[in-house]
Nanobody
Framework: QVQLVESGGGLVQAGGSLRLSCAASGRAFGAYTMGWFRQAPGKERELVAGITSGGSPDYADSVKGRFTISRDSTKNMVDLQINNLKPEDTAVYYC?????????????????WGQGTQVTVSS
């Protein structure tokens, strides 16, 4: 069992930055593939970034160059650095964990979800 708690969301102007953090509790955190999904109003959830247990990241095309995912397995933390925020980044961001060894884009591949943190970008 893994519990995930996100923090760091908020209201920011376009062009600004935010750092989202996810604290994980439970056993074998280091073995999980971790990621961040987001869901905007009226839209489906989408994976924006993932990182394997070995530290290899992957990103959605829409966020490449602006989002950076990192993990610290000694602290059971996963962070998402978001730069040059755009109004279309407005969404609830969810930290997720998967027992798959690769970064899957389907939400059903992820076993554990945090409660989400709201990111709102004003223009």
């Amino acid at each position: 069992q893994v519990q995930l708690v996100e923090s760091g969301g908020g209201l920011v102007q376009a062009g600004g930055s935010l750092r989202l953090s996810c604290a994980a509790s439970g056993r074998a955190f280091g073995a999980y593939t971790m990621g961040w999904f987001r869901q905007a109003p009226g839209k489906e959830r989408e994976l924006v970034a993932g990182i394997t247990s070995g530290g290899s990241p992957d990103y959605a095309d829409s966020v490449k160059g602006r989002f950076t995912i990192s993990r610290d397995s000694t602290k059971n933390m996963v962070d998402l650095q978001i730069n040059n925020l755009k109004p279309e980044d407005t969404a609830v961001y969810y930290c997720v964990a998967s027992r798959y060894a690769w970064i899957a884009r389907e939400s059903r591949r992820y076993d554990y979800w945090g409660q989400g943190t709201q990111v709102t970008v004003s223009s």
